[in-house]
């Protein structure tokens, strides 16, 4: 297997100095990639800096977690959210935890969103729907929704016969 070229092995330990390392030095946090195999998982994040690619390599083993990478590039929750919910990778630290709710919401029997007619759907499909609680962060151990999980009704169009562009400065 050949490995990626500027990439780093560092261990789950050494995570947090490498990436500091690299946040110091200005590289920006580009994502991460996780691949699960038997005797755990090889996470790669991937750095860029003027058009130049960094990539950082741990092996997290079984029964192991990686440490969140949150406290130098605050973004990183979205990814090891994605991490923990999509290949099972635990990520110790997360500032932002999904709970495995980062693509699933849990409000029906089966872990799904349903749709009009009670039909499982995913959580994209749910945003389509005007659902906006599919996607529910927890902070503290806490739930943080909004106020309200529906897309406001667009406005009714103009009378005036030009349409919302005919209205108050706006071009047809």
């Known amino acids: 297997m050949s490995r990626l070229p ?3 092995t560092v261990s789950p330990e050494g995570l947090l100095d490498a990436v500091g390392a690299l ?11 996780c691949v699960p195999h038997r ?6 994040y991937h750095f860029e800096r003027g058009e130049r690619l960094q990539h950082l390599r741990i092996e997290v083993p ?7 990478i ?16 999509l290949q099972g990778l ?13 693509y699933r919401d849990f409000d029906g029997p089966e872990g799904w969103v349903h749709g009009p007619r009670g039909e499982a759907i ?15 962060p927890v902070v503290d151990g806490r739930e943080v929704r909004a106020g ?18 005919g209205e108050a400065g706006g071009r047809p």
Do not use: K, Q
């Open 62 to 68: 079984a029964g192991g977690s990686a440490p969140s």
């Open 6 to 8: 500027d990439c780093t």
């Open 122 to 136: 995913s959580a994209l499909e749910a945003a389509g729907l005007t659902r906006l609680d599919a996607c529910v």
């Open 148 to 165: 309200t999980t529906r897309v406001p009704e667009p406005p009714e169009p103009s009378t005036n016969g030009h349409g919302a562009a």
């Open 39 to 44: 005797a755990g998982w090889m996470v790669l």
């Open 23 to 33: 946040r110091h030095d200005d590289w920006r946090l580009v994502t991460a990639s």
């Open 70 to 85: 949150g406290a130098h590039y605050g973004a990183a929750f979205l990814v090891e959210n994605e991490m923990a919910e």
């Open 90 to 102: 635990p990520v110790s630290g997360l500032a932002i935890d999904y709970r495995g709710r980062l």
